[in-house]
């Protein structure tokens, strides 16, 4: 059956749609969805839940046959390029030509350099018909997490800002509570569900005294570090929430010269962890600390939630991978308020950062903006 690239597009959709389902527990494998369609209806379907368990090609081989499905008149939509090595699981491509399956459609290729390409050759070689590059933006941006897990070796990050109208995090006291409606904070403990650090600013650290956690219904996890970037270490460390009730899972990222301080060591004899590092144009230069989440903390996800210095300064070192706005419907009008965005001084339109928008949705009584850069 020939099949018409509306169609194609829907079923790749289809797929996108469940692997998401597994974000974060896949880590560090991408998530990957797969449907298997006869006769123009999705008959099968799987996606990888879990690193260690078997792939989204193979959960939906298995759904098609718990079904009867006859697999050889059958076509395999799936996310990402089938895998041709073997790993924790056996490849892929493999339980593909032993199934029959006579057609392939791919999303994206495998960006880890060493396998790209692989697992569409193998099929093609053995007389399988592979299609490739429907709703490849979508199939990339799913996997945009691996991608950076594969080729800079750090955290993918994710920066969340929670918005007025008027581009407006908090008031000029540094009242923020709440911005965004209640559907949006649950989203956002989505999030922090899988995230293994949680990065705030100095001032958002200060202002707010936040506690970091997950407050998810039914999260059983270990609850993500806290990170601090700031200039100044708190000389009370008592008067803080996080420095009460976790210090052993609270990081500083701080300039040499304060980790050395008598304030850097009284938080160390707390248990926090103090990590020095250089400046750049930008404050901090942050590179390092995503380096060492990732090398020492098996950090793969970070959640950074303010405030505006810091988001800018995520943006211009090339350190958020991925931006999440919740915008509410408020207004606060007051040019003294806290800028979701802030520590620049451009005279020109030329000078903006430009982002791509990968997703507009309602969320509550908020728009979601999930952007790209571009």
Sequence with gaps: ???????????MRKAIELALRGRGATAPNPCVGAVIVRDGLIVASGWHTRCGKPHAEIEALADARAKNVDLANCTL????EPCNHTGKTPPCTRAIIQANIPHVVVGAMDPNPHVAGGGADFLRHRGVRVETGILERECLDLIADFTVWQTKRRPYSILKLATTLDGKIATRTGHSAWVSGEESRARVHALRAIAGAIIVGGETFRKDNPSLTCRQQGFDGPQPLAVIVTGHLPPTPEVFTLLTSRPQEVMFWTTAQEAGSDRGKRLQDLGCSILALPACQSGLDLQQGFVHLYRQCACHYVLCEGGGFLAMSLIRQHLADEINIYQAMKILGDNQGKACFSGRS???????????????TRCGDDLFLRLWPS
Excluded: N, P, Y
């Design 346 to 360: 451009i005279t020109s339109m030329e000078k903006a950062v430009s982002l791509r928008l990968g997703q507009a």
């Design 77 to 80: 939509f799936v996310t990402l």
């Design 1 to 11: 059956m020939i099949l018409d690239q509306t169609f194609k597009e829907q079923c």
